[in-house]
């Protein structure tokens, strides 16, 4: 992996000559360990003059889920409370005589790029901006194996919830207890917080679990992640518990159901972002639900479960091959509940087989 932090490092220095800084300087956690193989609480990245520096106010911690130093990249702990790292990267900027510091100003809190100022004055700042974020959206095939692992570890927790009983349990318990499952099955931790709805809360986006308990005749919602190696995926599905389902529940499970077949279905390399989001949103815009739907019908994933491109009506630029994203349109009745149906792919070309679905639980309308 060690040539491969290099290379991004050297795209990173590219972009960044090409804008006129001689250096940078890499405070977000997720592109931290994007450029040097981990981040550990506080670390900052260096993109030095004459030399490339990660630079921590503690030592790495040697655990796998945390990533590991790139090996060719030079470490420095700073000692005792020995201050901000972003400010003593900034002053080793200076010292390798850089004019030109960019920083990642989207991430900066107001107070560090002021004493940064401060300690450097004769060194210019400049923004970055997302230019990691940017070299993050194509992954690479190690990257999107560790993806592929996450989501079959979801799959597993999630196949395993549904052989049990669950009448009668709470949406709380019922989330705590994927997420022990994700553990059980080798992941980092949950990707983000596991959503378990019930009855009249089944169908909306990011619902905080409660402790309404499982009722006969309910949709059941469920959406989670699991992590492997930093990366993270996501899965939604939607049961119907005990009984058979009811027409209205047939009804509006079919039509969200084919809302997320036709976004996943325009996945390819060159399509536009939001010619995805219009496939899934104008199945469910022409029966009568525009109104209420989510603000967007998915995004990318990676070192973070909520990364670029959106799938949104007003979103610019085109799909890449691999790119992974989620497709999720879902629709919520208030009083009712309703349906999220919810997929990680990956974007392949039409000669690679199309999309590659990497989460793969039945979306067969099952009553538990």
Same mark, same amino acid.
């Given at each position: 992996?060690?040539?491969?932090?290099?290379?991004?490092?050297?795209?990173?220095?590219?972009?960044?000559?090409?804008?006129?800084?001689?250096?940078?300087?890499?405070?977000?956690?997720?592109?931290?360990?994007?450029?040097?193989?981990?981040?550990?609480?506080?670390?900052?990245?260096?993109?030095?003059?004459?030399?490339?520096?990660?630079?921590? !106010? %503690?030592?790495?911690?040697? #655990? *796998?889920?945390?990533? /590991?130093?790139? $090996?060719?990249?030079?470490?420095?702990?700073?000692? &005792?409370?020995?201050?901000?790292?972003?400010?003593?990267?900034?002053?080793?900027?200076?010292?390798?005589?850089?004019?030109?510091?960019?920083?990642?100003?989207?991430?900066?809190?107001?107070?560090?790029?002021?004493?940064?100022?401060?300690?450097?004055?004769?060194?210019?700042?400049?923004?970055?901006?997302?230019?990691?974020?940017?070299?993050?959206?194509?992954?690479?095939?190690?990257?999107?194996?560790?993806?592929?692992?996450?989501?079959?570890?979801?799959?597993?927790?999630?196949?395993?919830?549904?052989?049990?009983?669950?009448?009668?349990?709470?949406?709380?318990?019922?989330?705590?207890?994927?997420?022990?499952?994700?553990?059980?099955?080798?992941?980092?931790?949950?990707?983000?917080?596991?959503?378990?709805?019930?009855?009249?809360? !089944? %169908?909306?986006?990011?619902? #905080? *679990?409660?402790?309404? /308990?499982?009722? $006969?005749?309910?949709?059941?919602?469920?959406?989670? &992640?699991?992590?492997?190696?930093?990366?993270?995926?996501?899965?939604?599905?939607?049961?119907?518990?005990?009984?058979?389902?009811?027409?209205?529940?047939?009804?509006?499970?079919?039509?969200?159901?084919?809302?997320?077949?036709?976004?996943?279905?325009?996945?390819?390399?060159?399509?536009?972002?939001?010619?995805?989001?219009?496939?899934?949103?104008?199945?469910?815009?022409?029966?009568?639900?525009?109104?209420?739907?989510?603000?967007?019908?998915?995004?990318?994933?990676?070192?973070?479960?909520?990364?670029?491109?959106?799938?949104?009506?007003?979103?610019?630029?085109?799909?890449?091959?691999?790119?992974?994203?989620?497709?999720?349109?879902?629709?919520?009745?208030?009083?009712?509940?309703?349906?999220?149906?919810?997929?990680?792919?990956?974007?392949?070309?039409?000669?690679?087989?199309?999309?590659?679905?990497?989460?793969?639980?039945?979306?067969?309308?099952?009553?538990?």
């Amino acid at each position: 992996m060690s040539e491969v932090y290099a290379l991004r490092r050297a795209r990173l220095r590219e972009r960044c000559k090409a804008g006129g800084s001689q250096s940078a300087l890499i405070s977000r956690p997720a592109n931290v360990r994007y450029l040097a193989g981990t981040a550990p609480r506080g670390a900052v990245l260096l993109l030095g003059k004459t030399d490339d520096l990660l630079l921590c !106010a %503690g030592p790495p911690e040697d #655990r *796998p889920a945390e990533g /590991r130093p790139d $090996e060719a990249l030079r470490v420095q702990t700073l000692p &005792g409370s020995a201050g901000d790292p972003a400010v003593a990267a900034a002053d080793l900027a200076e010292g390798q005589r850089a004019d030109t510091l960019a920083v990642e100003e989207h991430h900066l809190t107001v107070a560090r790029h002021r004493e940064i100022r401060s300690v450097v004055p004769r060194l210019r700042l400049t923004d970055l901006g997302g230019a990691v974020e940017q070299l993050r959206v194509v992954k690479d095939e190690e990257e999107i194996s560790c993806l592929r692992i996450g989501a079959e570890i979801a799959d597993q927790a999630l196949g395993e919830l549904l052989e049990s009983i669950l009448v009668g349990r709470t949406e709380r318990h019922l989330a705590l207890e994927l997420e022990r499952r994700l553990v059980d099955h080798g992941a980092d931790g949950p990707a983000f917080p596991t959503s378990v709805a019930t009855g009249p809360n !089944a %169908g909306r986006r990011a619902h #905080r *679990p409660t402790d309404r /308990r499982v009722e $006969e005749g309910d949709f059941l919602s469920v959406c989670l &992640g699991a992590a492997y190696r930093g990366y993270r995926c996501e899965i939604g599905r939607t049961f119907v518990i005990g009984t058979s389902p009811a027409d209205w529940q047939i009804e509006l499970y079919d039509l969200v159901f084919a809302a997320q077949r036709a976004g996943r279905e325009s996945l390819a390399p060159g399509a536009a972002c939001r010619d995805v989001d219009r496939a899934a949103r104008q199945v469910l815009d022409s029966a009568g639900y525009a109104e209420g739907l989510p603000a967007l019908t998915g995004h990318g994933v990676g070192l973070e479960i909520d990364e670029d491109p959106q799938l949104a009506p007003a979103a610019m630029g085109k799909l890449d091959a691999c790119v992974p994203v989620t497709v999720e349109p879902g629709v919520h009745l208030p009083g009712r509940g309703g349906v999220r149906i919810d997929d990680t792919l990956v974007v392949r070309p039409e000669a690679d087989g199309g999309p590659e679905l990497l989460t793969i639980t039945t979306k067969e309308l099952l009553a538990l």
